[in-house]
């Protein structure tokens, strides 16, 4: 079953009553202009079951105890925004498998050279999907990409990864002045959100494997509770930036992201993807991709199961 993403950017007041996530909308309740019908339906309920991200963007958002509890324990990731309404914090649940324990063991038990092994098959795939989505998009050449995705080696020692982004960003958005920096000028906000939702979709998908999200492959910032999660979404990055390329080309203003923008940022959970010859929505595919790794880490696997394009 594909889980929803439930985004809230007005006033709201959200509770758990049998199982159900309940929307109140103050805003509607105490306006004595509207009509009692319209009041009638200012409450909301969805099955907690269905929801996979709850995402946070107003500071006169209400959320009980009893729901977040309810929502955790589905594996639901839950992200907060800040002033800017972009996504600032992420919770998730302690546990998400019957067999953490084990699954931590084999995590924290895994040798450097696998390591760097997985790592070298995540940014090869990274390239290729980046390839992919340039020819796509733009037309570009690509077959330096796939000579860069060919010869990437054990842990990346060459850094093919950031030889292939400085040809890809300056091919897919030839934009004056527009280099790839989260501060930097639009589609930058675009694609510092899309990156944000994408994150939260495998950090929570890691949880449910019954993986440690913050001991990642690759990435080893003490400051970052999500270097594993920031390790496994490369290759699925290109997704975000083709979502975002077509945004651009369609003529829309991306310079303040508003709701319009937000909406279709929103929909990168229920993208379709390719993955082992099956087309599969984006969510569901991280939940293979992550089932996969501990496979990895346990020694069922040699390689992550990662989407292509």
Not at 191 to 204: E, Q, S
Not at 208 to 236: F, K, Q, V
Not at 242 to 256: F, P, Q, T
Request: aromatic share 8%.
């Amino acid at each position: 079953m594909i889980k929803k993403t439930l985004y809230f950017g007005n006033p709201a007041y959200l509770s758990l009553r049998d199982a159900q996530l309940i929307i109140k909308l103050p805003e509607v309740v105490k306006n004595d202009t509207l009509p009692e019908r319209f009041k009638q339906k200012a409450e909301v309920t969805k099955p907690i079951e269905d929801i996979g991200v709850v995402v946070l963007d107003n500071k006169q958002i209400t959320v009980t105890s009893g729901l977040l509890e309810a929502l955790l324990e589905n594996n639901c990731a839950v992200i907060t925004c800040d002033s800017k309404s972009m996504p600032v914090g992420l919770m998730l649940p302690l546990y998400g498998n019957t067999t953490q324990n084990e699954r931590f063991r084999y995590q924290l038990d895994a040798s450097l050279p696998l390591k760097k092994q997985l790592w070298q098959q995540t940014i090869k795939v990274k390239i290729d999907n980046q390839a992919a989505i340039l020819k796509k998009c733009t037309g570009e050449e690509i077959r330096c990409m796939k000579v860069w995705a060919s010869e990437v080696k054990s842990g990346d020692s060459d850094n093919m990864e950031a030889r292939a982004a400085a040809y890809y960003w300056k091919k897919l958005f030839p934009i004056d002045g527009f280099t790839r920096d989260r501060d930097g000028i639009s589609p930058n906000n675009l694609l510092n959100y899309g990156y944000a939702i994408l994150r939260a979709v495998v950090a929570r998908g890691l949880v449910t494997s019954g993986l440690l999200p913050t001991l990642g492959i690759h990435h080893h910032n003490r400051y970052n509770a999500y270097c594993l999660a920031d390790d496994i979404m490369e290759p699925y990055r290109p997704y975000v930036d083709e979502l975002v390329y077509n945004i651009v080309a369609s003529g829309m203003d991306c310079n303040v992201l508003n709701k319009d923008l937000k909406a279709k940022l929103l929909m990168i959970p229920t993208l379709d993807v390719v993955i082992s010859g099956k087309r599969s929505p984006l969510m569901v595919a991280v939940g293979q991709t992550t089932a996969s790794l501990y496979k990895c880490f346990s020694g069922e696997l040699r390689k992550i199961v990662y989407p292509e394009m």
